[in-house]
T-cell receptor, first 114, second 113 residues
């Protein structure tokens, strides 16, 4: 079993839709949870990071973590064509030194159609 | 301010040649990471630097891969005797020593023919 599972999609939605992206993980040692956005032929860009279970909101983006279920989500409200990209969840163990190395999901390719 | 930069952006090399990939982290970031992104494997950790030391090299796939960092700044990833399976995008990220917020460069796309 992979440490982090993420549905690769592709996911295609109309402009204005609410998008839900998800990852599951198997190792309870993961303590920090991040979402990255990656446009084609670009490096990943950090969107959100969170530590605790619950919700964290930033503009149109909401990150949700459920540590008991080992399940994390990213919601995008009022999706725009400019949101079309690959979204990667990333997890770390988080306490000191190389525990900060990121373990990534495979990424979900999202297309928002105008 | 300036972000993480990497060079070259693209590299095509023949099988068996050596290549060097360069990363310039964000100024003041003491932690530096190399990752590799390939179609089949996704994004995978290669090596971590804290300052000029590499306490975690666990992700390097073989002894053909090595990396160094000097002046707590620029890092070079070297691949010797390249193989076709080395073809991938090599990404560098940096962060403040205690931060989880890693900032990525644009990557170097390596193609081994």
């Amino acid at each position: 079993q992979k440490e982090v599972e993420q549905d690769p999609g592709p996911l295609s939605v109309p402009e204005g839709a609410i998008v839900s992206l998800n990852c599951t993980y198997s190792n309870s040692a993961f303590q920090y949870f991040m979402w990255y956005r990656q446009y084609s032929r670009k490096g990943p860009e950090l969107l959100m990071y969170t530590y605790s279970s619950g919700n964290k909101e930033d503009g149109r983006f909401t990150a949700q973590v459920d540590k008991s279920s080992k399940y994390i989500s990213l919601f995008i409200r009022d999706s725009q064509p400019s949101d079309s990209a690959t979204y990667l969840c990333a997890l770390t163990r988080g306490s000191g030194g190389s525990n900060y190395k990121l373990t990534f999901g495979k990424g979900t390719l999202l297309t928002v159609n105008p | 301010g300036a972000g993480v930069s990497q060079s070259p952006s693209n590299k095509v090399t023949e099988k068996g040649k050596d290549v060097e990939l360069r990363c310039d982290p964000i100024s003041g970031h003491t932690a530096l990471y190399w990752y590799r992104q390939s179609l089949g494997q996704g994004l995978e950790f290669l090596i971590y630097f804290q300052g000029n030391s590499a306490p975690d090299k666990s992700g390097l796939p073989s002894d053909r891969f090595s990396a160094e960092r000097t002046g707590e700044s620029v890092s070079t990833l070297t691949i010797q005797r390249t193989q076709q399976e080395d073809s991938a995008v090599y990404l560098c990220a940096s962060s403040l020593v205690t931060g989880n917020e890693q900032y990525f460069g644009p990557g170097t796309r390596l193609t081994v023919t």
